[in-house]
């Protein structure tokens, strides 16, 4: 499928990995659950076939997190915008202090397919309380109905009307997996279009590459327990035919020496998509921006999915990057 395979490589032997003693005992248990299961993909022109994956997909999730409380959680003010046809859900912690007018825009992962509606306020809602800060999280469109550049005008739309409402020094851009993709996209779109720019980008484990020409999208294959050696195939469906190097679509292709705002980068050591973050790090330091990397010892992609002590090392790494360049104003309001 990609011109790439067919390229001079090494022969691997088959071989086990084992889970690693170097990381949390809770982070050794998840990787102990192997592969996180998934649906096989329909072929890239049955749209109905992806409608129905992606509606079982999102119901199966929800449900989880319906289980375990998360769906609703306490302690939040939600709200429920709508900006040029897009819906932005609002969350708002009980306890925020009235002085802190700085929003997170978050844009949530889910290989540009899934996470929408119901999916998308319970991951905002995660963010808020991860970070104690307000959130505006993007119901953004998705594939197969709506392709590139589909989910992006969308963010950059919600991002539009956060600037109406606060001063860029207040807002934070950021997302996990495509949400990071879509994160560092719109902050180039933005600034193309003459936006200024928000204070901080957050990209957690982003495909910064939809070509798939990054090392790790194959020598972590099969090692990644939730990515899948044909993780490709959503990105195809996203992209709709479009150029895979325009920098919109596979933003480590953007010229980031016309600005970019400080960002911290994350990722793991067994994540596909840990060449596509090293690679956009090593391109920002090119340009001169203030790009602070975090690689975890044998995380996956994604990371522990909530359930390890790395998990909140990295959450408190964003709240520090955060509140250096970000900080609170008592003047501000938003």
Not at 14 to 21: D, G, K, L, S, W
Not at 84 to 102: K, M, S
Request: aromatic share 6%; with cysteine; glycine share 10%.
């Amino acid at each position: 499928m990609n011109p790439s395979d067919e390229r001079p490589g090494l022969e691997v032997p088959a071989r086990v990995i084992p889970v690693p003693t170097t990381i949390s005992p809770e982070a050794q248990a998840m990787l102990a659950l192997g592969p996180m299961p998934a649906p096989e993909y329909p072929a890239l022109d049955d749209a109905e076939g992806w409608r129905r994956m992606i509606a079982a997909t999102d119901q199966a999730m929800l449900s989880m997190w319906t289980d375990a409380g998360m769906a609703s959680p306490d302690g939040f003010e939600f709200e429920e915008l709508t900006f040029d046809g897009v819906r932005v859900f609002v969350i708002t912690p009980d306890d925020l202090d009235p002085n802190d007018g700085r929003v997170y825009l978050d844009i949530h992962g889910g290989a540009f397919i899934v996470g929408g509606g119901d999916l998308c306020r319970v991951i905002g809602a995660m963010t808020a309380a991860k970070l104690h800060m307000r959130v505006w999280t993007v119901d953004y469109r998705m594939p197969p109905d709506h392709p590139f550049p589909a989910g992006l005008d969308d963010c950059v739309a919600a991002y539009r009307a956060l600037l109406e409402r606060n001063r860029p020094e207040e807002i934070v851009v950021g997302g996990t997996s495509a949400g990071g993709t879509l994160s560092a996209a719109l902050v180039l779109r933005a600034r193309d279009e003459g936006l200024p720019m928000p204070a901080v980008a957050i990209l957690l484990t982003p495909g910064t590459d939809l070509t798939q020409a990054s090392d790790s999208f194959r020598t972590n294959a099969g090692v990644d327990t939730i990515l899948r050696p044909d993780a490709g195939e959503p990105l195809l469906l996203y992209a709709g035919g479009h150029d895979l190097r325009d920098p919109y679509v596979s933003p480590v292709y953007g010229d980031f020496s016309l600005g970019f705002p400080p960002t911290l980068l994350a990722s793991g050591t067994r994540d596909m998509l840990l060449s596509d973050t090293v690679r956009l790090h090593r391109a920002l330091r090119a340009a001169g921006v203030d790009a602070e990397l975090h690689v975890f010892e044998a995380a996956p992609h994604g990371f522990f999915r909530g359930q390890a002590p790395e998990d909140r090392e990295l959450d408190r790494e964003v709240a520090a990057f955060i509140a250096r360049h970000c900080p609170m104003v008592v003047t501000g309001s938003g």
